[in-house]
């Protein structure tokens, strides 16, 4: 007698911009991945509107029934930031929707908690995906020090491996809003870790003529990501950003990457294990990833910094997300 194949479970933690959706698309899509439930943080926008943006993505993808949890709104320390700019004052392009879900349909319980009861049900099974600052992850082993030990692995969205910047002139976005979070996490996280930084992301992009194919798919779900992309490929396809960016011309969702390689390990090629922690105190390098190569810190918990991404496994999964 044949049985079926169990389905990893996830947990993913958002501050959902744009790229945030189209990685929860890519989860819920994947036939082998059970989403268990979805934490919201602040980051691109503040926290009223990833809630209502999960909601919102889940709505598109007829999948409401997975449950959505309220986190942390500011950082550790220091002064909360977004990226308006390019996500749009609501995180998703500033195309509202009228008929969106309400933000009652949020959970009561806090994210937080939720994350340590998760891990502890499903211990050694769950894996946890960080696509945004990672203040309820800190907050989570605070709360419980074995929450990362229940972990079967972490998949994260964040920092850089060269000192390239996207937010300051060394910092990517998720870790420079919230240094201490990234900090505590890579310190005290022992479960398997695996991180897809701005550097990895870039050197990923996919070329602009498939992007146009695939936002114009014509269903549902490829016209969403049309319409909140919208904003952002401003910014991304102008000459400025081309030049400005790691590795030419190009489409690229971040969060995607990290998503990618929780579904399928095999899309990530290559990586460097390493010790990692982040820069707090420097003047033009707080909230860098720093990778300790000669080993000085004498960390056990190494991460595996993902250095290489199967560009043909990686464009079904986005396909598959949209259909």
């Known amino acids: 007698m044949s049985h079926a194949p169990k389905k990893l ?29 979805i934490t919201c943080v602040g ?10 943006n999960v909601l919102r993505v889940l709505k598109v993808c007829n999948r409401s029934e997975i449950p959505v949890y309220r986190g942390l709104g500011t950082p550790i320390l220091g002064e909360r930031i977004n990226a308006s700019y390019f996500h749009g004052k609501d995180g998703l392009g500033d195309v509202p929707d009228a008929d969106a879900p ?7 319980e ?18 946890l995906i960080a696509t945004g600052p990672l203040t309820n992850l800190a907050m989570a082993v605070r709360m419980d020090p074995s929450f990362p030990s229940k972990l079967k692995d972490l998949y994260i969205m964040g920092g850089n491996m060269e000192s390239r910047g996207n937010t300051t002139a060394c910092g990517e976005f998720n870790f420079v809003a919230d240094p201490e979070a990234a900090y505590m996490v890579l310190r005290d996280f022992t479960c398997p870790t695996y991180i897809a930084t701005w550097e990895h992301s870039c050197r990923s992009k996919l070329s602009w003529e498939w992007y146009d194919k695939w936002v114009n798919m014509g269903t549902a779900k490829a016209t969403f990501i049309k319409n909140i992309y919208a904003l952002s490929m401003k910014t991304s396809r102008s000459e400025k950003e081309v030049k400005e960016m790691v590795a ?13 390689a929780a579904i399928d390990k095999s899309t990530m090629t290559s990586s460097i294990e390493t010790v990692v922690t982040v820069e707090l105190n ?6 860098m990833m720093v990778l300790d190569l000669i080993d000085e810190l004498k960390r056990p918990n190494k991460a595996f910094v993902m250095n290489g991404c199967d560009l043909e496994k990686f464009k079904v999964l986005m396909e598959n997300s949209v259909k």
């Open 110 to 127: 806090h994210a937080v908690d939720m994350m340590v009861k998760l891990a502890t049900k499903h211990a050694g099974q769950l894996t």
């Open 248 to 260: 030419g011309a190009g489409f690229v969702s971040c969060d995607a990457y990290a998503m990618a």
């Open 282 to 287: 420097g003047k033009f390098t707080r909230g």
């Open 43 to 52: 980051g691109n926008t503040q926290l009223e509107n990833v809630c209502k």
């Open 9 to 37: 479970k996830f947990l993913i933690d958002v501050d959902c911009g744009t790229d945030d959706a189209q990685a929860i698309m890519m989860a819920v899509a994947a036939p082998h991945v059970k989403v268990l439930a």
């Open 102 to 108: 309400g933000i009652e349909n949020i959970q009561k």
